[in-house]
């Protein structure tokens, strides 16, 4: 594999891609930036998804109604998310958020 190539002030095409779509830059606009084709965006976006660990299917409502939510943070949808979820299992809150074994523990 290539060594990583500085780009945009990042260390790599993958880190500057990351840090562009943490600021809700749309994919056409970060290809733009970086130099390359919007196919080749998409393929490295998703080799470097595929470092990150395993992937969850979110409805198009559940991506609607997070949306003002990541907006007002500045983060994309994925990262509001990811933050969401993170915080649950770190917290041991998930027995609070679902309330779905009342009496049963």
Same mark, same amino acid.
């Given at each position: %594999?290539?060594?990583?190539?500085?780009?945009?002030?990042?260390?790599?095409?993958?880190?500057?891609?990351?840090?562009?779509?943490?600021?809700?830059?749309?994919?056409?606009?970060?290809?733009?930036?970086?130099?390359?084709?919007?196919?080749?965006?998409?393929?490295?976006?998703?080799?470097?998804?595929?470092?990150?660990?395993?992937?969850?299917?979110?409805?198009?409502?559940? %991506?609607?109604?997070?949306?003002?939510?990541?907006?007002?943070?500045?983060?994309?949808?994925?990262?509001l998310m990811?933050?969401?979820?993170?915080?649950?299992?770190?917290?041991?809150?998930?027995?609070?958020?679902?309330?779905?074994?009342?009496?049963?523990?």
């Open positions: %594999m290539a060594a990583p190539v500085p780009t945009l002030g990042f260390p790599s095409k993958s880190a500057a891609i990351e840090a562009m779509k943490a600021a809700n830059m749309p994919p056409k606009e970060i290809a733009a930036a970086i130099g390359i084709s919007l196919r080749n965006y998409y393929r490295l976006e998703a080799y470097t998804r595929k470092g990150r660990g395993r992937q969850i299917v979110l409805s198009r409502d559940m %991506m609607d109604a997070a949306a003002p939510h990541a907006k007002v943070r500045n983060i994309s949808v994925h990262e990811r933050q969401i979820l993170e915080t649950v299992l770190e917290e041991g809150m998930v027995d609070n958020v679902l309330d779905d074994l009342a009496g049963e523990q």
